[in-house]
């Protein structure tokens, strides 16, 4: 079992930045690859961003690939999302996911609880 918790989320102005984090519990269950998702009100979970743990590659969705940088620290067993040049429309709640491998479907085995990034005009 495997416990998700991210924070670092808040409340900025456009152009502002925020770094979000994610902290698992443990990577001996077999976990590889960690992702970030953000959902919105009646919009369902898309992932923005991810890393596989074991060998530091990363994606990013087109949507954020200039803006927003994915990295790790295998050691703290934390995973991070920088995010610049935020947007309103980059407001969601952000999720951090884990699992064996990235998976098309988004259907993680692990999910932390959320934290919520609000991006004013």
């Known amino acids: 079992q495997v416990q998700l918790v991210e924070s670092g989320g808040g409340s900025v102005q456009t152009g502002g930045s925020l770094r979000l984090s994610c902290a698992a519990s443990?990577?001996?269950?077999?976990?590889?690859?960690m992702a970030w998702f953000r959902q919105t009100p009646g919009k369902e979970r898309m992932e923005v961003a991810g890393?596989?743990?074991?060998?530091?590659?990363?994606y990013r969705d087109f949507s954020v690939k200039d803006r927003f940088t994915v990295s790790q620290d295998k050691a703290k067993k934390k995973m991070y999302l920088q995010m610049n040049s935020l947007k309103p429309e980059d407001t969601a709640m952000y999720y951090c996911a884990a699992g064996e491998r990235r998976l098309a479907t988004g259907s993680y085995a692990y999910w932390g609880q959320g934290t919520q990034v609000t991006v004013s005009s």
């Open positions: 443990t990577y001996t269950v077999g976990i590889d690859y």
């Open positions: 890393i596989w743990i074991g060998s530091g590659s990363t």
